[in-house]
């Protein structure tokens, strides 16, 4: 079960962010796999949900072509969540009916967790497809982030504004309104401040 679970969240990765590593996945290694993307197609971050499903066909697309007998086995549905927790619980349970095995969605925290919660609840993997400000204690056992926490990467940009690009005269320029563009923006200016340096906030 957890060479296959292994297996399963490979896919999914590579769906989200396409590779050549595709030829490490032996097509004898796994049966038909079907993959339920959860992205706004509607509402305020519909633009976000159109770059997640284009990425993810064009992966697809990229797997038939380097490796055709093993993207026939494997099936993507889509499914809305109209930019909110309520819309996410809704297409999940579209998806879990449709009995995929992977979920992969959740923009904002919120509806991140929503589709935690029922992944956890029917035991399906579930893949958060981006930076998310949900704490590591907060995570349910059958979800995994696809990138490093989104606190983690203010503080990476300021290291490098700071010690890479060797800049010392830095400002934010973010819309305040926006939870996570707000906490990076805390997160670069804390790790700025720690290196001895003020940042004048632009917004």
Known sequence: MRKKSNILILISFLLIFP??????VSNKTIGSI?????????????EWGKEIIVG?????KDIKKQNPQLAKKIKLIIENDNSTPN??????NKLI??????????????TALAISELAEKHKKLHLIPGPSTIPVSQMQKYSFLSCSPQ????S????FAFNQLKLRNLAIIFNPDNSQQKELADDFRLKIASLGRQIQYIK
């Open 34 to 46: 079907t993959i339920g993307l959860i992205a706004p197609k509607s509402g305020s971050l519909k």
């Open 97 to 110: 009916e449709s009995r995929v095995q992977i979920l992969v969605g959740g923009i904002l925290k919120s």
């Open 19 to 24: 590779t050549r590593l595709i030829f490490a």
């Open 156 to 159: 990476l940009m300021a290291d």
């Open 87 to 92: 819309g996410a619980k809704d297409a999940t």
């Open 56 to 60: 993810a066909q064009l992966a697809l």
């Open 151 to 154: 606190k983690w990467q203010g």
